[in-house]
């Protein structure tokens, strides 16, 4: 068979600096992208190209990246609504990722593109230092778009059950089958999670990525 055709678009020609130096670099670049806060914010953090990609190669595991993402960690909590024998998930909860879901929204997806093909050579050292020599990042990559594109929207609120003390399981079995990184993406809130799916979809196209292996939005229904 033959190999699959390297993502990004057309990289324009720059002198990568070593891994170490890059983060000057991606600044510049990605500012060029995108001017909204909550971009600048990760902007602000150091080690830029590894962060990226260690966040990438959690989600298409299915871990939850949020360890590596402080900046643009939520500013209040995750609330619920207590309703006979369960507990809901407070639909202004949802309100505290509007940043995140406007930020990714404001990417250009064919900037996007552009750019993770200049950098490329860099996030694949990267991903080597992370013990994965022989993986391509590009596949690691598609696995996470993919990833995050299988998680549902869901129409109504969930219902929670406490387990632990601390932690939450949702009593709907489809939704708590979700990996950590897809349970991640759901806490955002339906018009949220439908905002950040749209982006990646348009990134993905641009990035090369065939409409064919991208997969449909999926609607889960729950009772009120």
């Known amino acids: 068979p033959k190999p699959a055709p390297a993502l ?12 170490d130096e890059t983060d000057a670099l991606v600044r510049r670049l990605l500012a060029a992208l995108s001017s909204h806060p909550r971009v600048a914010a990760w902007l602000t953090t150091n080690s830029l190209v590894r962060n990226f990609t260690v966040v990438v190669a ?4 299915g871990d939850a990246p949020a360890k590596h993402l ?30 995140v879901a406007a930020a ?10 552009r750019l993770y093909s200049a950098l490329k050579p860099r996030i694949e050292e990267a991903y080597r230092e992370l013990g994965q020599p022989d993986t391509p990042f590009d596949r690691t990559l598609e696995r996470a778009i993919v990833q995050l594109l299988e ?15 601390t ?26 999670v439908q905002k950040i799916q749209g982006s990646l979809r348009a990134i993905a196209l641009a990035m090369g990525i065939p409409e064919s292996r991208l997969p449909a939005t999926r609607t889960v229904r729950e009772q009120d």
């Open 58 to 61: 959690n989600i298409a595991d």
């Open 104 to 113: 990714a929204t404001s990417i250009d997806p064919a900037g996007a593109a």
């Open 167 to 192: 932690g939450y399981a949702y009593v709907n079995p489809a939704l708590e089958r979700l990996t950590a990184a897809q349970k991640q993406l759901l806490r955002t809130g339906p018009a949220n």
């Open 8 to 19: 990004g678009g057309d990289a324009v020609p720059i002198d990568l600096p070593p891994l």
């Open 70 to 99: 402080g900046a643009l960690k939520p500013p209040s909590s995750f609330t619920f609504i207590a309703r006979g024998d369960y507990r809901r998930i407070d639909p202004r909860s949802y309100e505290r990722y509007d940043g």
């Open 151 to 165: 998680t549902p929207v869901v129409e109504g609120t969930p219902r929670l059950v406490i387990r632990g003390g």
